[in-house]
């Protein structure tokens, strides 16, 4: 039989073109023409920052997906013909359709698609009166980072605001402190550093690195009262008694050594003379997690690399390691996943009531952080819990079900028992409620602001209803604990509403009918803040975990109110006389008051590393910003051009503190060296800027109760801000309505009637100052 090679023929290989086999894909281009030409980097704005900076924005033309399906004969590669005959090649685009002005989709430039891939584009009047999405699901982040930036992360709101998206994306103002920030970024690091030599990973290893029994017992002591009671991963007795027996040498196990080095880790972050110690701890039980010992399955391991994670989240608040989280959480996930832990444990066999319990426990601290990790970074939720059968815990002490327990606690123990258990069961169903919703916000068919506002409204209402009355807000504790766990569940909602609230307005042209959804956030922006000067006043302990645990809600809040500061002045239209009596003024001496307390508060932590200074240089842009919104008539170019100049120099002198103290403390002449920002850089001519005298009432960042923050209607009723209302105000309507009411404010003489629609009429003819 001859061999022919007839499957290799011409006819035959046109014939399999025929039945379906694909051309190549073309990657269609997503930067301008200029910037490709150049080689240079786009920013895929219209017009770019390139094409601006070289004065020729009228160039700065993109490539349409259309232009693709336009490929000139020469470039062909392959031509397959239906018939005999040859098709003629098709014709060249005109000038007009091949250098049409367009601005690449998020979702093309923030998920790596391409044009044909994805969904014509509409046009930006169509995008700003359509439904008005959540833009979650593909918020893009600077132009010199090309992982995506989703609507929780607490940079977000930065790119609606000029000057600091300018210096996010590197422009040409604030070149030259880029470059100082890169030389502070490299000496942070190497202050930073934590030397670390491998000691092994078997238990021989591990032991070298205990503390001295006495000192570790009181670093374990304080493990269980800070993280140890926000996160139920370690029972405290059977800890207790593996730690007696890892001491007394009758127990050598390198996963129970590890958890005992977690938790002293732990619980040196708050010290700042041990706190590299304890990272190398961490760095030590991290070289671990590799070896075959944790490669099984079980509780112990688990609770291992829970801890693990909570020390990673508290570094991730001083560090650029935030998503180094990533693989860990994945790992935790397998882990879990294999054992079952999200399932019910009486499908299991032979599983006793007290392992029962942990495994309830742990699989909901696990949920807990990472939907934290998830809300931080600005990436989706992972974890299905509509999949996942496992209960919540039950309000029990884990003591009781302990068989080796011996011995009872004094009554003031059993009470903080009964109230741990009670915030972690309301954390977890909290995290029911947060979870989904987050979910459908980073959805690609995420519904309507509308809708998942209406869904979450109905989810804290069903939780506020079951929170138990010591987690609510307004009540007082002498612990101080006890006050850090109510603020995680009032701080987690807070913020969570204002990250939906974010999705409405962000992204969207101004306009008057936005008042009453600014107010709102502003609201929420404003109890956060409050809040968390509250825990970082309790106590220099308290205000170490509040840092470690809120840092991106306070700055998410922070970033929130200068942007609805920016965008109320917009509205207002704001080249105006500034007096006392205006609503915008007002705001703006109050954020002002929040945000020079923020950076007082990051100029005492800006050396534990890039985060840290990262965020206190925001702070000082912003106050700078901030303090010079609100100005008398002036010309628009001239401001702001005054705008960029005063926060380039306040940006410069603040560096040049940092980097100044950092050589301080390398030479160990200053314990701990303060920066005193230039009050002319912050504030500069403040007579021009009449501020709003009212006694201090010692309630701390917002010097009164603040109705004025209170101006609108809040989205949960009064009940949910943690804050007590003025006497006398008076809420009328359903609880979730939008209803006009006024109050008077007695320091000031101040009255005020907030509505969503305008300034009613009898208002006006009642002599009452318009706010608005």
């Given at each position: ?13 046109v ?7 694909k ?7 997503v ?23 070289r ?44 250098t ?24 930006p ?20 980072k ?77 493990y ?19 730690l ?21 880790s732990i ?23 590799h ?14 690399l829970?801890?693990l ?13 935030m998503?180094?989280l ?11 996943h ?17 392992f ?29 819990l509509?999949e996942?059968?496992c ?13 080796e ?49 209406a ?19 307004g009540?007082?504790?002498t ?25 409405g ?10 008042r ?48 609805i ?38 100029q ?79 504030m ?11 006694p ?6 917002l ?9 609108s ?22 609880l979730?309505?939008?209803?006009d ?32």
């Amino acid at each position: 039989m001859a061999l022919t090679f007839s499957h290799m023929s011409a006819d035959s290989f046109v014939e399999q073109q025929l039945k379906g086999r694909k051309r190549p894909r073309v990657r269609e281009a997503v930067s301008c023409w200029q910037c490709r030409t150049r080689k240079t980097r786009c920013d895929r704005e219209s017009p770019c920052g390139q094409c601006k900076h070289r004065g020729i924005p009228s160039e700065c033309v993109y490539s349409t997906p259309k232009d693709r399906q336009h490929i000139p004969r020469s470039r062909s590669r392959l031509r397959v013909t239906s018939s005999s005959s040859a098709t003629s090649p098709s014709p060249q685009p005109s000038p007009e359709v091949h250098t049409q002005t367009h601005t690449p989709p998020d979702s093309c430039s923030s998920r790596g698609e391409t044009p044909e891939s994805t969904p014509a584009t509409p046009s930006p009047r169509e995008k700003h009166h359509g439904a008005n999405p959540p833009r979650g699901s593909a918020y893009k982040g600077t132009a010199f980072k090309t992982r995506m930036m989703g609507l929780s992360h607490w940079l977000a709101p930065c790119n609606e605001m000029t000057v600091l998206k300018a210096m996010l994306d590197h422009s040409p103002e604030f070149h030259t402190n880029r470059k100082a920030f890169a030389e502070l970024k490299a000496r942070l690091r190497a202050y930073n550093n934590t030397s670390y030599s491998p000691v092994g990973t078997d238990s021989i290893g591990l032991r070298m690195l205990l503390p001295e029994r006495q000192e570790c017992e009181s670093w374990v002591a304080k493990y269980f009262q800070g993280y140890g009671r926000i996160y139920g991963i370690l029972d405290q007795p059977a800890f207790a008694r593996d730690l007696d027996r890892i001491y007394a040498v009758t127990f050598d196990h390198p996963v129970h050594i590890c958890k005992i080095l977690l938790a002293v880790s732990i619980a040196m972050q708050s010290s700042g003379q041990e706190r590299h110690r304890g990272r190398r701890l961490a760095r030590a039980v991290e070289d671990c997690i590799h070896t075959p010992m944790f490669q099984k399955p079980c509780c112990d391991v688990v609770q291992v690399l829970l801890l693990l994670a909570v020390t990673k989240n508290i570094l991730a608040s001083e560090t650029d390691k935030m998503y180094d989280l990533l693989a860990l959480h994945g790992l935790i996930r397998d882990i879990t996943h294999s054992m079952g832990l999200h399932r019910d444990p009486a499908l299991f066999v032979e599983v006793t009531p007290y392992f029962a319990e942990l495994r309830k426990r742990l699989w909901w601290c696990f949920v807990r952080l990472n939907l934290d990790y998830s809300v931080r970074s600005g990436t989706q939720f992972g974890l299905r819990l509509d999949e996942n059968d496992c209960p919540l815990p039950l309000p029990i002490s884990l003591r009781t079900l302990d068989p080796e327990f011996e011995g009872t606690g004094g009554q003031q123990l059993e009470k903080q028992v009964e109230n741990d258990i009670q915030f972690a069961i309301a954390a977890a169903k909290l995290a029911q409620v947060i979870g989904p919703l987050h979910q459908a916000l980073y959805s690609p068919n995420a519904p309507s602001t509308t809708e998942i506002q209406a869904r979450l409204r109905d989810g804290f209402a069903r939780f506020l209803s079951e929170l138990p009355p010591a987690l609510r807000s307004g009540t007082r504790h002498t612990d101080p604990t006890e006050e850090l766990q109510q603020s995680t569940i009032s701080i987690s909602m807070t913020s969570f509403l204002s990250i939906i609230g974010l999705g409405g307005t962000l992204g969207t042209p101004a306009e008057v009918s936005q008042r009453g959804q600014l107010l709102e956030l502003w609201d929420n922006a404003a109890s956060l803040l409050h809040q968390f000067q509250s825990l970082c006043s309790l106590s220099p302990n308290m205000s170490n975990m509040a840092c470690q645990l809120f840092w991106t809600d306070a700055a998410r809040a922070a970033m929130a109110s200068c942007w609805i500061l920016g965008r109320l002045r917009h509205l207002d239209n704001s080249w105006i006389l500034c007096h006392l009596q205006r609503t915008g003024c007002m705001f703006r001496d109050l954020l002002t008051k929040s945000l020079i307390f923020l950076q007082g508060l990051w100029q005492t932590r800006y050396h534990l590393g890039v985060v840290a200074a990262k965020l206190n240089l925001l702070l000082a842009v912003s106050i700078n910003v901030t303090s010079n919104l609100y100005k008398d008539s002036v010309d628009p170019a001239i401001f702001r051009q005054t705008l960029f100049d005063e926060a380039a120099k306040a940006a410069e002198k603040l560096m040049a503190d940092m980097m100044y103290g950092i050589q301080q403390r390398r030479q160990q002449e200053y314990p701990v060296p303060t920066i005193i920002m230039d009050p002319s850089l912050l504030m500069p001519n403040p007579a021009e800027y009449p501020t709003w005298e009212v006694p201090d009432t010692t309630l701390g960042l917002l010097a009164v109760p603040d109705p004025l923050s209170r101006a609108s209607t809040p989205l949960l009723g009064p009940d949910f801000l943690p804050l007590d209302y003025p006497p006398g105000l008076d809420f009328s309507g359903s609880l979730y309505a939008n209803n006009d009411f006024s109050f008077t404010i007695e320091t000031g003489g101040i009255y005020q009637d907030n509505t969503i629609l305008g300034l009613p009429p009898f208002v006006e003819g009642h002599g009452l100052v318009p706010m608005w």
